[in-house]
């Protein structure tokens, strides 16, 4: 190897300093670095982290030049074109909707990746096997959103719930679409004095939306979200076939090895308040919907009922599989060749409570 790269782009209210203390890679990037002068040291792939004050999101910009990045448009061929209209109805939690809509809008659908993923000649990419509210899961496929600088590149969910034409939440219900619009607001706000009035207004109107609604859900965190498994899908499509020159190739560029820690995976409230799921598990492949499609199951899902795990298999531009769902098989150390994922646990496993529709018969019947 000529150089090696360890890097993500975490939530933008992650200390990266206490991440790599605490999970006592630090040490390990330090002792790497000596011995071996080409390990490049660990990558915060951010350009925007940000800390949150008495209820006030205070965000630093730009901390990372453009030039670390490469600017691809995949314009009327990405995946988000077929539910973009004029209007600015792309949303990411905590994020300015009008920075959104400048990157992805019918006919321009932006994102902006680490230029070292870019040049690289072959990516390791390392996922944590957890349940999440907004995808279902997130293993490989879903990943890849830590390739990404900046956040307003990244759709999450549409504005409004499904009785809208948005996909935000299930069903309508005027104090949920209310605290959306008084959210954006607050995440427009320009004074930390306009952004408490406007964080006040948006607790009123979450008390109400819960208590007429039952709910004041407004992230996109159920299996309707017809939204993020999009954006996944074109950051994995970028990885395998983009150049350089933010152009994408017609053969794939780069060899991308997945390798998945389900030691101790994650249920029920993920991916940012799981529960821990002993499986005693490392996966890997060279393939992100083949990883995903065994994944799936292995937490007790049905794959065909989960949208980023059955859409990685369709034919698009720049695929990713050439293969169907039924070619895929799990072998390697302590499994048969009739193992079945939809069965490895005989316990319970806690879902997140939007997504309860896209578990698997077999776990809802206990066999």
């Known amino acids: 190897a000529g150089g090696l790269v360890v890097g ?31 390990f490049q040291g660990p990558e915060d792939f951010r350009r925007t982290r940000s800390t949150t004050l008495a209820g006030v999101r205070e965000a630093f910009e730009d901390l990372r030049p453009e030039a670390d990045f490469v600017l691809f448009d995949l314009g009327e061929r990405s995946l988000l074109e077929p539910i973009s209209s004029g209007a600015p109805e792309f949303r990411v939690t905590q994020y300015d909707p009008r920075l959104l809509a400048d990157r992805h809008r019918s006919g321009k659908h932006q994102y902006l990746v680490a230029r070292q993923a870019i040049e690289a000649d072959i990516v390791i990419n390392l996922p944590k096997l957890k349940t999440h509210k ?10 890849l959103i830590g390739i990404n600088g900046n956040k307003e590149f990244l759709p999450h969910h549409r504005l409004g719930g499904s009785a809208r034409g948005g996909d935000c939440y299930e069903g309508g219900g005027r104090f949920r679409f209310l605290l959306e619009k008084t959210m954006d607001r607050y995440n427009m706000a320009r004074s930390r004095a306009g952004a408490r009035i406007w964080r006040s207004a948006a607790d009123i109107a979450a008390r109400f939306a819960k208590h007429l609604n039952g709910s004041d859900e407004i992230e996109g965190a159920w299996w309707g979200n017809d939204t993020i498994w999009r954006t996944c899908l074109d950051l994995n499509r970028i990885l395998l076939y983009g150049r350089s020159d933010g152009t994408l190739a017609d053969s794939p560029q780069r060899k991308v090895i997945h390798v998945v820690d389900a030691v101790t995976a994650g249920q029920g409230d993920g991916p940012l308040a799981p529960d821990a799921l002993p499986m005693g598990l490392l996966l890997a492949g ?46 390697g150390e302590g499994l048969g060749s009739d193992f079945d994922p939809g069965s490895f646990f005989s316990g319970e496993i806690k879902h997140p409570a939007g997504w309860l529709g896209a578990v698997s018969s077999k776990e809802l019947s206990g066999d």
């Open 134 to 143: 907004k995808a279902g899961v997130t293993c490989a496929l879903k990943n």
């Open 8 to 38: 993500d782009a975490p939530i933008q209210g992650c200390d990266f300093e206490t991440l790599v203390t605490e999970s006592g890679l630090k040490g390990w990037f330090h002792q790497l670095r000596e011995t071996d002068p080409r």
């Open 286 to 331: 060279a393939n992100a919907p083949a990883v995903d499609w065994i994944c799936v199951q292995l937490l007790g899902f049905d794959p065909h009922r989960i949208p980023i795990s059955r859409h990685a298999f369709s034919k698009f531009r720049w695929p990713l599989v050439s293969d169907s769902p039924e070619a895929v098989r799990a072998v």
